[in-house]
Nanobody, 121 residues
Framework: QVQLVESGGGLVQAGGSLRLSCAAS????????MGWYRQAPGKQRELVAD???????KYADSVKGRFTISRDNAKNSVYLQMNSLKPEDTARYYC???????????????WGQGTQVTVSS
C-alpha cells in the first residue's frame, strides 16, 4: 500500500498562485509516475499534469504555460505550482501515484484524498 498526503489547496483570487504538494509513503516503487488530476462538480476527473520518476512531464493543454509540475524523488514527493489561476481551475485536485513497468505500463495505482482549489473572479 502507498499512502498519499496532499496539501496546499485553498481560496485564491483570479490571477493568483497556489502550490500543491503530495508526499507518498509506504510501499513505494522506484519506477513510478506521480501526477495531479482534478474534478469539478458535475465533471469527469481529468489529468492536469504528471511526471515520471525519470523526469518526463505531461500537461493538459488548458494549463500549459501556467502550471509547473516537479518532483523530489528522495522525498517521494510531487509539487504543482499553479500561476495565473482562473475561475475555471476551481476543482478538487487529486494526487495519483502509479507504479510502472520498464516499458511504462501501469500495474498499480493509488489516489490521495484530494485538496480543494477555489479561484474567485
Amino acid at each position: 500500500q502507498v499512502q498519499l498526503v496532499e496539501s496546499g489547496g485553498g481560496l485564491v483570487q483570479a490571477g493568483g498562485s497556489l502550490r500543491l504538494s503530495c508526499a507518498a509513503s509506504g510501499s513505494t516503487f522506484s519506477r513510478n509516475v506521480m501526477g495531479w488530476y482534478r474534478q469539478a462538480p458535475g465533471k469527469q476527473r481529468e489529468l492536469v499534469a504528471d511526471i515520471t520518476s525519470g523526469g518526463s512531464t505531461k500537461y493538459a493543454d488548458s494549463v500549459k504555460g501556467r502550471f509547473t509540475i516537479s518532483r523530489d524523488n528522495a522525498k517521494n514527493s510531487v509539487y504543482l505550482q499553479m500561476n495565473s489561476l482562473k475561475p475555471e481551475d476551481t476543482a478538487r485536485y487529486y494526487c495519483k501515484y502509479e507504479m510502472t513497468t520498464i516499458r511504462g505500463e501501469t500495474f498499480d495505482h493509488y489516489w490521495g484524498q484530494g485538496t480543494q482549489v477555489t479561484v474567485s473572479s
